[in-house]
């Protein structure tokens, strides 16, 4: 089991920014498809962001495109989420997930993936 540590969440304005980070337990970090999700109260988990396991590959939804930028640095097994330009409907928690090898095909779903941080809240307010 990957443990996963999300930090750098807090509280800013709209316009502002952040850079979220994810500690990885994993002995073969290198190896492992990243990706962030977000939820807000009430509302299912939104697929947000995911980087291949070298970094050469990003994906971002529609909603944050532009804006957030998803980088890895393996030598110390840590994946960012550089978040630029936040608005008030950012304001989540952020969840960083780990896809083990052999990975899913996809990676939109929370079920795509094998482990889970367990969250950092981003307050946007306007």
């Known amino acids: 089991q990957v443990r996963l540590v999300e930090t750098g969440g807090g509280s800013v304005q709209a316009g502002g920014s952040l850079r979220l980070s994810c500690k990885s337990s994993?002995?073969?970090?290198?190896?492992?498809?990243m990706g962030w999700f977000r939820q807000a109260p009430g509302k299912e988990r939104e697929f947000v962001a995911h980087?291949?396991?070298?970094?050469?590959?990003?994906y971002y939804s529609d909603s944050v495109k532009g804006r957030f930028t998803v980088s890895r640095d393996n030598d110390n097994k840590i994946v960012y989420l550089q978040m630029n330009n936040l608005k008030s409907e950012d304001t989540a928690v952020y969840f960083c997930?780990?896809?083990?090898?052999?990975?899913?095909?996809?990676?939109?779903?929370?079920?795509?993936?094998?482990?889970w941080g367990q969250g950092t809240l981003v307050n946007v307010s306007s």
């Open positions: 997930a780990a896809q083990i090898p052999p990975p899913s095909d996809d990676f939109h779903k929370w079920s795509d993936y094998d482990s």
């Open positions: 980087i291949s396991a070298s970094g050469g590959d990003t």
């Open positions: 994993a002995m073969y970090f290198s190896t492992n498809r």
